[in-house]
């Protein structure tokens, strides 16, 4: 099983539905080190499934201090595929420990994310 760590529209029981055919259960965690920005979703089939325009989005700042709250869901290799595709080109994924200690995947901003500004 695949550990991912998801602090947005992931933990949304239509896109569980829609992306996994299963509702995941979840382990509350938090990611240090990064802070929430919002990117403007126009992919049709994630707009549908999300019901959503804005996604929320990790931003790395290497300070401590910013944490960020989400859970932790065991998913299989293909789920983590289907991950993959839900997650449009803003985002990227990678690998960290949380704050448990656990090591998991999650989605943080790419290079090219387009960022809104605050």
């Given at each position: ?91 990227v994924r990678q690998e960290a420990k949380l704050k ?19």
């Amino acid at each position: 099983m695949e550990a991912l760590f998801s602090y947005g529209t992931l933990q949304q029981s239509q896109v569980q539905l829609d992306n996994f055919g299963r509702l995941l259960d979840g382990e509350a965690d938090y990611l240090v080190g990064y802070r929430l920005g919002q990117v403007r979703i126009t992919d049709p089939e994630v707009l549908k499934s999300s019901g959503k325009a804005l996604h929320p989005i990790l931003i790395y700042t290497a300070n401590p201090d910013d944490q960020v709250a989400g859970s932790v869901f065991f998913i299989t290799q293909q789920e983590l595929a289907r991950a993959d595709s839900y997650e449009v080109a803003d985002y990227v994924r990678q690998e960290a420990k949380l704050k448990s200690g656990k090591t998991c995947w999650f989605y943080a901003a790419s290079d090219s994310a387009n960022i809104l500004k605050e």
